[in-house]
């Protein structure tokens, strides 16, 4: 999809008998497809393929003769018994990047396990560390080691892409959730190297700055991010009204206050909850401290910095008259924006048109592969 977004020109290869999982992976649905399919399923074209089938693996590799960029994201050896592996494709086509996405990796001892994100974030080291301090190990709210290794991929591939306009040659992109999720522990993971020590949940607090966290207040809640000592003085001279605190030696440095949090965090919560919410929002910030309310998702996409920002677009289907809103791109790009959007494509919507413009294939030679079972029973947007 981020490629997709860029204006790569994508097509997406799916089982003719139900195609990607995510369209059922519901509710809610728009339509007959679920929210979480149309997520990351913009800027794309679906062509139904079964490539179990002698005549479909032969289109997917005249497909990729012409292609820049395959992606694929099977089990291992799950293509190369079709004949679609990136040896048998980089050989006909020498300029190929050949991106493989797993969970553990193609030279791994757990190479052969499947990758799901869940299990990718116990295994990873993240649910370690988050959740309540006193309570059980939790997963994030999103699937973060699938959307970061899918960022980390893009970013892998346009890399690839500049090498292929230099060299002439294609390359072999391995890409592993695990080790998305290693890179994605950051200075948690640093942590550890440097010191050896087992990194604790802290709920919202953070291991290395504090305050920063969230803080109740006496008719909901508020995160306040200290990120540093002329701000904590800030902080306790303005709107906290304690400025004691800043001279305390305890709390005077954020090594201290880190040292001490155990004392420190009880006396700033008990102060937190006798005022309001807003009361701190709008002090804080006129001390310049880094603060925010706890929005819901639907406050989120709705605010006015989202409108401002396009965050929020709405895709139209010119074929079914269906209408969908989406979170849009994030990329801002000056002289090349991000493309418009089109609607995620339905199962096979492509099909036809594609093997027609792309491989120059009659009505009577479609015909016959969709006799022959390589392209299922879809028949796009007359089904």
């Known amino acids: 999809?981020?490629?997709?977004?860029?204006?790569?020109?994508?097509?997406?290869?799916?089982?003719?008998?139900?195609?990607?999982?995510?369209?059922?992976?519901g509710p809610p649905y728009v339509g007959t497809e679920s929210a979480y399919y149309l997520c990351a399923n913009r800027n794309k074209k679906s062509m139904a393929i079964d490539i179990s089938t002698a005549e479909g693996q032969q289109l997917v590799r005249r497909l990729a003769v012409d292609a820049d960029v395959l992606v694929e994201n099977y089990k291992l050896g799950g293509l190369q018994k079709f004949g679609l592996d990136h040896a048998s494709l980089s050989a006909l086509n020498p300029r190929l990047i050949y991106c493989s996405i797993s969970g553990y990796g193609r030279v791994s001892p757990l190479a052969a396990r499947p990758g799901y994100d869940y299990v990718i974030q116990a295994e990873g080291g993240l649910m370690s560390v988050t959740g309540p301090a006193e309570g059980e190990p939790m997963k994030v709210g999103v699937a973060v080691a699938d959307l970061y290794t899918g960022m980390a991929a893009a970013q892998a591939i346009l890399a690839a892409l500049i090498a292929q306009a230099r060299d002439g040659v294609g390359q072999h992109i391995d890409m592993a959730l695990f080790d998305c999720?290693?890179?994605?522990?950051?200075?948690?993971?640093?942590?550890?190297?440097?010191?050896?020590?087992?990194?604790?949940?802290?709920?919202?607090?953070?291991?290395?700055?504090?305050?920063y966290q969230l803080f109740a207040t006496n008719d909901g809640s508020t995160v306040i991010a200290v990120g540093n000592d002329r701000?904590?003085?800030?902080?306790?001279?303005?709107?906290?009204?304690?400025?004691?605190?800043?001279?305390d030696a305890r709390f005077a440095t954020n090594d201290a206050r880190v040292t001490n949090r155990a004392a420190l965090i009880p006396l700033l919560a008990a102060r937190i909850a006798e005022e309001t919410t807003d009361f701190w929002l709008q002090g804080l910030r006129a001390a310049g401290i880094p603060c925010g309310e706890v929005r819901t998702v639907g406050e989120a996409l709705r605010s006015p910095e989202a409108v401002a920002r396009d965050m929020v677009a709405t895709l139209s289907s010119g074929t079914a008259g269906q209408e969908v809103e989406i979170v849009a791109s994030p990329l801002k790009l000056g002289e090349t924006p991000t493309v418009a959007g089109t609607m995620p494509p339905r199962l096979g919507e492509h099909t036809e048109a594609l093997l027609s413009e792309r491989l120059g294939l009659s009505g009577r030679e479609i015909a016959e592969l969709r006799a022959a079972g390589a392209l299922g029973r879809s028949k796009g947007p007359t089904d």
């Open 231 to 247: 701000q904590f003085a800030a902080f306790c001279k303005g709107p906290l009204a304690r400025p004691e605190l800043a001279e």
């Open 181 to 211: 999720q290693l890179a994605m522990l950051a200075n948690v993971g640093a942590a550890f190297l440097a010191s050896g020590e087992t990194p604790p949940r802290l709920g919202n607090g953070h291991p290395t700055v504090v305050p």
């Open 1 to 25: 999809m981020i490629l997709g977004d860029l204006g790569a020109d994508v097509v997406k290869i799916e089982n003719p008998v139900g195609g990607d999982d995510t369209r059922r992976w």
